[in-house]
């Protein structure tokens, strides 16, 4: 066991789950929420932070300041406070309450937007706020996560060879997509080193990313309402758009196996079953990437309330097949895949809210 000083330098890097059990298809999750900011964003903000340090953005005095809707925040609260850093972090009505009241605790300020902007929503709004923030004080050092190589570089760097190492058959890496920095480090990293394995990217309806058309989303993690600078569709093998009633019902499945985890591994697992069935792949060594734990869902995703508020009463009552129930299926596209109208509408109904993207 390791001895440290810094938290930054404590990260289960090497623990992965077989679900086959669970799923009834052959999967390991590769588990990314064992550390001390609680997800697998520890590793862009620890490699955006050192990348600023090396460069000589970041003096004494200096203020880092990210747009946010969670896991990031928390990590970069965390190194901020460990190398006495100031930090402010931006975040808009989705993020939930004790993942803010944490990043305070770790001594960061926490700048809330209440409104959507008219165009880009909560998450240009978001933006908006830093580069207001950045332009009224040269101190403020943004190190925008959005278009910044250190968010891909640390997958490529870490996750990638990680997952290489410990599965030399690998046939398929499923990878969720948000500001597609760990989708784009671990497809580059195979198309370098293993050609051969298939990358699929895993996606929330509603998301634009992939052109779908843009619809309310309620579930932080994965998803974009603007497309995400770093994305490079020619190094994606396929795309799999998942709902988010499907997410839910597949974080109460593992949760009924023990293993409560994070609402965008609900849609990543959830993705990667459908794809694995509808492919008939019995035989693909297939690894999911869980980006972090379920704790913080504990309000929203395992709450029955929240959940019966949002997607109705019939949601949990039978355990469903994560590969997708008859007219619920998340089906794998290979051209960019957009909601039907009547999801649109359904995601309208059940919540006015503006887009997320963590």
């Not at 998450?123 to 996560?145: F, K, P, T």
């Not at 996606?203 to 998803?223: E, H």
């Amino acid at each position: 066991m390791p001895i440290i000083r810094d938290p930054h330098l404590f990260n289960e890097q090497s623990l992965f789950v077989d679900l086959e059990g669970v799923l009834g298809c052959r999967l390991f999750l590769k588990i990314e929420g064992f550390n001390f900011a609680g997800s697998i964003k520890l590793k862009p903000a620890r490699e955006m932070v050192e990348r600023a340090e090396r460069e000589g953005l970041i003096s004494p005095g200096s203020i880092l300041v990210e747009s946010s809707s969670g896991n990031l925040g928390v990590a970069l609260s965390m190194i901020a406070a460990s190398k006495g850093y100031r930090f402010v972090c931006v975040i808009d009505p989705r993020c939930n309450q004790p993942t803010q009241q944490l990043m305070e605790s770790l001594g960061a300020q926490v700048d809330l937007v209440t409104e959507p902007d008219p165009v880009d929503g909560f998450l240009g709004a978001r933006l908006n706020h830093v580069r207001d923030l950045c332009a009224s004080d040269e101190r403020y050092i943004w190190l925008n996560q959005y278009t910044n190589p250190g968010n891909w570089g640390a997958h490529y760097r870490w996750t990638a060879p990680e997952i290489s190492n410990q599965f030399p058959d690998l046939d398929v890496l499923f990878v969720g997509a948000g500001t597609t920095g760990t989708l784009m480090g671990c497809a580059r990293y195979f198309r370098e080193h293993r050609p051969d394995v298939r990358i699929v990217a895993v996606d929330a309806a509603g998301s634009v990313s992939f052109g779908g058309q843009p619809a309310p989303r309620l579930i932080p993690g994965l998803g974009m309402s603007v497309r995400p600078p770093q994305l490079d569709e020619a190094l994606i093998d396929d795309v799999v758009m998942v709902e988010e009633l499907d997410t839910v019902r597949a974080c109460h499945r593992l949760a009924a196996a023990g293993f409560t985890l994070g609402g965008s591994t609900g849609t990543v697992v959830h993705g990667a079953a459908s794809w694995l069935t509808q492919h008939d792949a019995q035989d693909l060594t297939a690894v999911a990437i869980s980006p972090d734990m379920g704790r913080p869902y504990l309000d929203t995703v395992y709450n029955p309330d929240w959940v019966h508020d949002h997607f109705g009463a019939e949601v949990l009552a039978t355990p469903d097949d994560l590969a997708g129930a008859p007219g619920r299926r998340s089906d794998p596209v290979s051209e960019p895949q957009h909601p039907s109208r009547e999801a649109v509408a359904g995601y309208a109904a059940t919540a006015a809210l503006g887009n997320f993207v963590q």
